[in-house]
């Protein structure tokens, strides 16, 4: 099973997850021709895909959808809300009524040999989610765009080889920056995004011995930095409530314009 974030961060969204025969996209807010190069990478083509999840309507998460669901047919999974927004979206064009397939919050279903099971996501959407997606034992998530965390959240992400996890914002960069006012506080609130801090204190409720792969995910281009995202989760990690030390699990920061070298769950 593979994990790999072909993009990821405020501009765009598109994360790669599969089997050696099943491949799906969590997302396709880049450009298509910016997919097919990120799976290119992974010795893969559009033709490949068996499906898109999609996990809410906003424009970094589907700007390439019409283009790659038109061009190669591809299945696309979205709950009820973001199916309805989705259509209404004119930018995307036409796509298919066929190739739409409704999901719910923590309604398993089958895509060959892997199990999706979409969890719920407080952000500011029509009915967004995350996704898990599980090969046998091996179990990875992709979970962004979330303003705040739950003990729903936290049960839902225990258990994971690997997580790509929301880290959007640094707070003090967001306060002091160019934002108008209400989007500050729209990315703050509790349907907004994952702060660094935040985002360290979830991982803290969430890891185990077993995990081999932690992806920093959606950051914010404008009010975080790659280096600051990272030693933030690590200290969340280091000084929290938790028997680990950051040390202890392989970290990194999810790319924003060009795939990150792809995760192989042992």
Not at 144 to 157: I, K, R, S, W
Not at 166 to 176: G, W
Not at 191 to 209: I, K, P, Y
């Amino acid at each position: 099973m593979r994990l790999c974030s072909i993009a990821s961060g405020s501009s765009g969204n598109c994360i790669y997850v599969g089997s050696d025969a099943t491949h799906l996209l969590v997302d396709v807010g880049i450009s298509g021709k910016r997919a097919e190069s990120g799976l290119n990478e992974l010795g893969l083509t559009g033709r490949d895909l068996d499906g898109i999840l999609v996990t809410h309507e906003h424009a970094d998460h589907i700007n390439g959808l019409g283009v790659m669901a038109r061009k190669y047919g591809i299945p696309i999974y979205a709950t009820k809300g973001t199916i309805a927004a989705i259509r209404e979206n004119a930018n995307l064009g036409e796509i298919d009524e066929a190739l739409f397939h409704e999901v719910r919050a923590d309604e398993k279903l089958a895509i060959k040999d892997l199990t999706v099971n979409p969890m719920q996501i407080a952000h500011d959407a029509a009915q967004p989610v995350a996704y898990r997606v599980s090969y046998g034992r091996k179990k990875v998530a992709v979970c962004t765009d979330l303003g705040h965390f739950t003990e729903y959240t936290v049960d839902c992400l225990r258990g994971m080889d690997a997580l790509l996890l929301e880290a959007n914002h640094d707070v003090n960069m967001l306060q002091v920056g160019s934002y108008p006012y209400y989007l500050k506080q729209r990315i703050l609130g509790d349907r907004g995004h994952l702060s660094n801090e935040n985002s360290g204190r979830l991982l803290s409720r969430v890891l185990h011995d077993g995990i081999q792969a932690i992806l920093l995910g959606h950051l914010s281009k404008e009010n975080n930095l790659p280096e600051l995202a990272y030693e933030a989760v690590r200290m969340e990690i280091t000084l929290g409530d938790n028997p680990y030390n950051a040390n202890d699990f392989p970290m990194q920061v999810a790319r924003r314009s060009e795939p990150t070298p792809a995760i192989q769950i042992a």
